[in-house]
């Protein structure tokens, strides 16, 4: 059965960094492209970045390129997303997804709340 | 434009057909993918490819495109259905997902 966990997420402060981690199973993680969706409290989905599977090509949201970094390690099935100079609208639900040419599966989310 | 435009809410009556749209100039080149969500749960694959359904996924849930424009339909609506609906795609360039601001389905 695929499996999707986050977790990392948690109460920082406005400047602050936090690395969220999302740990796969039940497939072969090297074999798949991988993305970080993030919802805000109450509001709709929005895209934040992906990584191909040998990590040769990463793209990030515009507003989140130069702040957040993703990054996977195959020999770990685990996918990463440091997140730099977070910022009060960076505060969301943060999943990982995998991608099968759509995004297939989910995890369930970890929550990033930035406040001072 | 990358945007992909989606009404805010719509109802249906227990039983009756509903249609959720999704516009935007991307969805002439790609397909879009809509997904189900339920308060407090993870996004739920409904249809990809257009109109495809992963398995378990009901029948009665179908997709289709017309121009810019991206349709997902629920014939004969059950209270279950009752939740968020999103649609993706991808930008010009391939390599970017974009997400509509969701619909609201209330079924009566």
């Known amino acids: 059965e695929v499996e999707l966990v986050e977790s990392g997420g948690g109460l920082v402060t406005p400047g602050g960094s936090l690395r969220l981690s999302c740990a796969a199973s039940?497939?072969?993680?090297?074999?798949?492209?991988m993305h970080w969706v993030r919802q805000a409290p109450g509001k709709g989905l929005e895209w934040v970045s992906s990584?191909?599977?040998?990590?040769?090509?990463?793209y990030y949201a515009d507003k989140m390129r130069g702040r957040f970094t993703i990054s996977r390690d195959n020999a770990k099935n685990s996918l990463y997303l440091q997140m730099n100079s977070l910022r009060v609208e960076d505060t969301a639900v943060y999943y990982c997804?995998?991608?099968?040419?759509?995004?297939?599966?989910w995890g369930q989310g970890t929550l990033v709340t930035v406040s001072s | 434009s990358s945007e992909l435009t989606q009404g805010p809410g719509v109802s249906v009556a227990l039983g009756q057909t509903v249609r959720i749209t999704c516009q935007g100039d991307?969805?002439?080149?790609?397909?879009a993918t809509w997904y189900q969500q339920k308060p407090g749960q993870a996004p739920i694959l409904v249809i990809y490819?257009?109109?495809n359904r992963p398995s378990g996924i009901p029948d009665r849930f179908s997709g289709s495109r017309s121009g810019n424009t991206a349709s997902l339909t629920i014939t004969g609506a059950q209270a279950e259905d009752e939740a968020d609906y999103y649609c993706?795609?991808?930008?010009?360039?391939?390599?970017?997902?974009?997400f509509g601001g969701g619909t609201k389905l209330t079924v009566l």
């Open positions: 993706y795609s991808r930008d010009r360039s391939g390599n970017h997902l974009v």
């Open positions: 990584i191909s599977t040998t990590s040769i090509y990463i």
């Open positions: 991307n969805l002439k080149n790609f397909f």
């Open positions: 490819n257009e109109n």
């Open positions: 039940g497939f072969t993680f090297s074999n798949y492209k």
């Open positions: 997804a995998r991608d099968m040419g759509e995004l297939d599966y």
